[in-house]
């Protein structure tokens, strides 16, 4: 697929030469990115009135949300429910939930005995929020970096209590924020979550024996790659102008059933998303080893959490979902 994206890249820039000169001047658009996030949200999937905001936190750096508000034309219809916070999971942005915004507004913004506020929020690192230079080595400083960027953004709100829904890696981080400030979260809510079981004995052994030998290098790859926080991103950018088409062509692969509306933008907005620098998608490394299994999970840290006073805990799977429901069901709250 790479040799094909290639040929194609090099009939459109002119040979080899107009290649490697595209390379130089391949590059992400934040504001580019920015406009795609907000058709795709407000236009792509049905007509949605949202309201963009960038709040700077300590450090000069700001986290980019999106907002959801009650109706205000009816002067009963305000927001009276405890406001939800959904965050999206590993290096993705806002402009992801693209398919659920407009029943999201339908369900709760819009909703006549109990409107509420829905916000939508790039992690520190990711999407449209300040991308710093990642310097966090442990765990605990790789989960602070996310909470507290996260808490200010509460603060500067003035959001007294929230539902927070956290989806894969953002699960994750969502629930080491409920363990940081237990008494602002009302409820957690954690979609198909990274990071619950522990670390099965021999899956390692299971995984060369459901490959073929002559890809029994692959594993040890992608352990090295990880190890060093070679980051998918990483990918994107040192390809240079094979990525959008490299990441159109994972979009159209992974969504094409799933019925977006338009791709290409989604394809965009993913290219800019991951190409742009690199920052909170080096936690990676810090958070999971390789497989994917947390250094801290979550399968130990529950029932401590429901000690703090945070009693209503869901877990949220989808029919088809790389994460294995029968993690949560083991958990036992």
Partial sequence: MLLTLFKRSVLTTGGVLGLFRAYSACGYSLERMRAIEEKLLTEVNGRVDMTFEDHEISGNFRIHSAKLVPEEKKADNKARGVPLVILPGYGAGIGFFTRNVKDLEEAFSTHS??????????????????????????????????????????ELNDIQEMVLI??????????????????????????????????????????????????HWLPPLI????????????????IGPLGPRFVEYLVNFRFHNNGTEDLNLLSE????????RGSGEYALGNLLVPGAFAKKPLHAR?????????????FIYGQRDWMNFNHALKVGI
């Fill in 223 to 238: 352990s090295v790659l990880w190890s060093n926080n070679i980051s998918p991103g990483d990918f994107i950018r040192w």
């Fill in 113 to 154: 005995h109990d409107p509420r506020a829905v916000h939508l929020i790039d992690w520190l690192g990711t999407g449209l929020s300040s991308r710093p230079p990642f310097t966090a080595k442990s765990v605990d400083e790789t989960e602070e970096f996310f909470t507290r960027s996260l808490e200010e953004w509460r």
């Fill in 166 to 215: 956290g989806h894969s890696l953002g699960g994750y981080l969502s629930f080491a924020y409920a363990e940081r400030y237990p008494h602002r979260v009302r409820k957690l809510v954690l979609s198909s979550p990274a990071g619950v079981p522990n670390e099965p004995e021999g899956w390692k052994e299971r995984i060369y024996s459901r490959i073929p030998r002559y890809l």
């Fill in 269 to 276: 907005y993913a290219y800019h998303n991951f190409a742009a």
């Fill in 302 to 314: 529950i029932r401590p959490l429901s000690e703090k006073g945070i009693q209503d805990i869901s």
